[in-house]
């Protein structure tokens, strides 16, 4: 299996909403974003599928190694041989992978955040740097492109926040900022132990549309800051945001039932929404 073999099917297997909006880019620039893709999963999965935290650390520790030797001309790893022929093309730097690594590596450090400034470098770290690369494949011409990329990655994160409050609970973390969960009463173990019924509560909701809300005001303080001129290259990224606003607006209209089930919107109508923001350019 080559290495730009292995990208493409970690990128189709993940199921991620990302993979429906690589469909639409011409052949270079998709074949740079799935790279790029195969790699933030890789550096992922190690927090998400190693139990022992310990045993994560020394493998995040091995990728910023390979991260280093890659962009010193001696790629390992076959998402990193795929990604490194496109780091000249599209401005990927070494330090923007090493600030994704570090976004993991305080996956396995800390399972709270006091407050929302907290959560908001975490997830800079996460989302908006893999959105400013992300934008940066895709084409743009424009620093506001970069400064709409931080806002669109910091609210399809907060999306996911909120989609994997019950995923999150069961190995032990809350994304959600401690002082939130002060605000409406809702107290840590109500979520980490979904006391029945699964820890839902007038309390619960009303802490769940307030992180609702603030993702919706992202969203469109992302979308005002989209230079025109860009717009029509930065598509993929308007691809994610309506994918991700959907599953956002899914959840509300099922009044936040994410303690016990996990939303998600089925492969067709992700194809679906990605095809109608292709037509119709927003």
């Known amino acids: 299996m080559t290495p730009e073999q292995y990208v493409q099917d970690k990128a189709a297997k993940s199921g991620s909403s990302f993979y429906y909006a690589f469909l639409f880019l011409p052949p270079p620039r998709r074949a740079a974003i799935t790279a790029f893709y195969a790699f933030c999963r890789e550096v992922d999965d190690v927090v998400d599928e190693v139990s022992d935290a310990s045993v994560a ?5 091995w990728w910023r190694k390979e991260v280093a ?11 990193m041989k ?5 780091v000249g093309d599209y401005g990927i730097e ?4 090493m600030a994704i690594i570090d976004g993991c590596q305080m996956d396995l450090e800390q399972t709270r955040f006091l407050d929302f400034a907290g959560l908001a470098r975490y997830c800079h770290l996460v989302a908006g740097v893999v959105g400013e690369v992300a934008a940066n494949i895709f084409g743009r011409s424009s620093d506001s492109t970069v400064e709409y990329a931080h806002r669109l990655g910091l609210a399809m994160q907060l999306t996911n926040i909120i989609r994997d409050v019950g995923d999150d609970a069961r190995r032990g973390r809350i994304y959600l900022p401690v002082s939130e969960l002060q605000r409406f009463d809702v107290k840590a173990n109500e979520i980490l132990n979904r006391t029945a019924p699964y820890g839902y509560s ?6 769940m549309k307030f992180q609702a809300e603030r993702a919706h005001r992202c969203y469109d303080e992302a979308l005002a800051l989209l230079p025109d001129g860009d717009r029509a290259t930065q598509k993929p990224g308007l691809m994610m945001a309506n994918i991700y606003r959907t599953l956002l ?3 509300e209209a099922d009044n936040f039932q994410v303690l016990h089930q996990r939303t998600s919107l089925t492969p067709l109508r992700k194809l679906w929404i990605a095809m109608r923001t292709n037509w119709r350019g927003r």
């Open 202 to 207: 007038e309390r619960f909701t009303a802490l």
């Open 94 to 97: 070494l330090p923007h992978l």
């Open 69 to 79: 030797s890659s962009f010193a001309g001696q790629p390992s790893h076959p998402a």
């Open 82 to 86: 795929a990604l490194m022929p496109h």
């Open 249 to 251: 607006r899914e959840i």
């Open 57 to 61: 650390s020394i493998k995040l520790a």
